[in-house]
């Protein structure tokens, strides 16, 4: 069993940048597909970006072209680059594992959640 630690949030203006790692311990990143979410204040927790197993990425629309997901397998993180970050980027961000997935949009199937950092985006 995995567990997960999220750092790297903060606050920034806007169009600037951050970093988020997401840290397992316990067991290799590498058996999982890792998924970014957020949630911001009074809104639905959202998907941000996954990665699977394998090299396979996805993201939002909203963040499309912005941030970049990828795996440190040496470390055992999964970082998330974010760029031009916008205020409605804004939220708490969670990292989030499924065993054996191939990186899936949909949250129920994530069995392991991390504490969650917060970004917020000044403008």
């Known amino acids: 069993q995995v567990q997960l630690k999220e750092s790297g949030g903060g606050l920034v203006q806007t169009g600037g940048s951050l970093r988020l790692s997401c840290s397992g311990s316990g067991r290799s990143l590498s058996d999982y597909a890792v998924g970014w979410f957020r949630q911001a204040p009074g809104k639905e927790r959202e998907f941000v970006s996954a990665?699977?197993?394998?090299?396979?990425?996805r993201y939002a629309e909203s963040v499309e072209g912005r941030f970049v997901i990828s795996r440190d397998r040496v470390l055992n993180t999964v970082n998330l680059q974010m760029t031009k970050l916008k205020p409605d980027d804004t939220a708490v961000y969670y990292c989030?594992?499924?065993?054996?997935?191939?990186?899936?949009?949909?949250?129920?199937?994530?069995?392991?959640w991390g504490q969650g950092t917060q970004v917020t985006v000044s403008s």
């Open positions: 990665i699977g197993r394998n090299t396979f990425t």
């Open positions: 989030a594992a499924e065993f054996n997935g191939y990186g899936t949009s949909a949250i129920r199937p994530y069995g392991y």
